[in-house]
């Protein structure tokens, strides 16, 4: 009997062995998760720095102390003079002549330097104006002109000539201030004249064929 129930028990563990490994075949095995591994960082590269260029000291300049400037004045307020009103002044005129004078000295341009240009005829009459002014001159146009030996023009008569318009023009421009004679005393012709002394006077200027002397 004890072998019998010892094979009894050695048939039923058998079979639940069996059956135990057919479950575990029939049960599917779980799948294995992989763990997916990171790649381990690379080590940072060592970016090189760039270094702050160093700093150069200049040395420091004296400083000088500035003067505070001078506010300056306030200008004085101009001092306003009162003029008198101005007077209407007659023309200006260098000599003043009366008109016998006037026209005794257009006579004479006309005699001396009708063929002469404007500015010799208005030199003519400058000089007779010029020997009014001085001491050692007659102090008449007549006395000038009529002098003994002074001009040609009285000795051969062309004194007598009546003035053209451009005669009595020449002499107002003289008595107006107009002198082209530069103050000269004397003038005369070089190709007719026989006086040695004439010749010895500084000339100033020449207008056509007249020479003007001091």
Not at 163 to 176: I, T
Request: glycine share 6%; hydrophobic share 35%; charged share 20%.
């Amino acid at each position: 009997m004890p072998n019998k129930t010892l094979s009894l028990a050695m048939v039923i563990f058998i079979s639940a062995v069996t059956v135990a490994s057919s479950f575990a075949v029939l049960i599917p095995e779980e799948p294995k998760i992989q763990v997916a591994h990171m790649p381990e960082p690379k080590e940072k590269l060592e970016q090189p720095t760039e270094q702050a260029p160093e700093k150069t000291t200049t040395p420091k300049e004296p400083v000088q102390k500035q003067e505070q400037p001078v506010a300056p004045k306030a200008p004085e307020p101009a001092v306003q003079v009162k003029q008198p009103p101005a007077k209407a002044q007659k023309p200006y005129r260098r000599v003043e002549l009366p008109w016998r004078d006037i026209q005794l000295l257009a006579h004479m341009v006309q005699g001396e330097a009708r063929g002469e240009p404007f500015i010799g005829k208005v030199a003519v009459a400058s000089v007779v104006i010029n020997r009014l002014q001085r001491p050692n001159f007659p102090d008449t146009v007549a006395g000038i002109i009529y002098g003994a030996g002074e001009f040609c023009t009285v000795r051969d008569g062309q004194i007598n000539l009546p003035p053209n318009s451009e005669s009595y023009r020449a002499v107002q421009m003289a008595l107006g201030g107009w002198d082209p004679s530069y103050g000269s005393l004397y003038f005369y012709n070089p190709a007719r004249s026989t006086s040695k002394w004439i010749f010895s006077r500084p000339i100033r200027v020449q207008y056509g064929q007249h020479v003007f002397a001091g």
